[in-house]
Nanobody, 127 residues
Framework: EVRLVESGGGTVQAGGSLRLSCEVS????????IGWFRRAPGKEREGVSC????????YYADSVKDHFAISNDNARNTVYLQMVALRPEDTAVYYC????????????????????WGQGSQVTVSS
């Protein structure tokens, strides 16, 4: 069974930090990428960042590239999203997602490209 399990959300004050984790299980291939998306109240889902398991290719949305960092721990099949200097506008439900790289991914921040999804983790940043 394919599973993406997220953890690490919570409530922090503006300027604080959180680290989200996404643990992947149930795959027999390591040729995939993990992405993070978020949905803020009243807004569309937004691609935040992604990383390929092989080679560690990384992309960020412009809105987070200065204060979020994505990383792989392949030994633990876990991807982390380190978030620092958090702002109230970072408040959202954060989802991790997985896409198999057996085909070309045209647009990494298009949620329709991603096949498997975690359950979501709430991040709330108070001002």
């Amino acid at each position: 069974e394919v599973r993406l399990v997220e953890s690490g959300g919570g409530t922090v004050q503006a300027g604080g930090s959180l680290r989200l984790s996404c643990e992947v299980s149930g795959f027999t291939t390591d040729d995939y990428a993990i992405g993070w998306f978020r949905r803020a109240p009243g807004k569309e889902r937004e691609g935040v960042s992604c990383i390929s398991r092989r080679g560690g290719r990384i992309y960020y949305a412009d809105s987070v590239k200065d204060h979020f960092a994505i990383s792989n721990d392949n030994a633990r099949n876990t991807v982390y999203l380190q978030m620092v200097a958090l702002r109230p506008e970072d408040t959202a439900v954060y989802y991790c997602a997985l896409v198999l790289l057996d085909h070309a991914v045209v647009k990494w921040n298009d949620a329709n490209e991603w096949r498997y999804w975690g359950q979501g983790s709430q991040v709330t940043v108070s001002s």
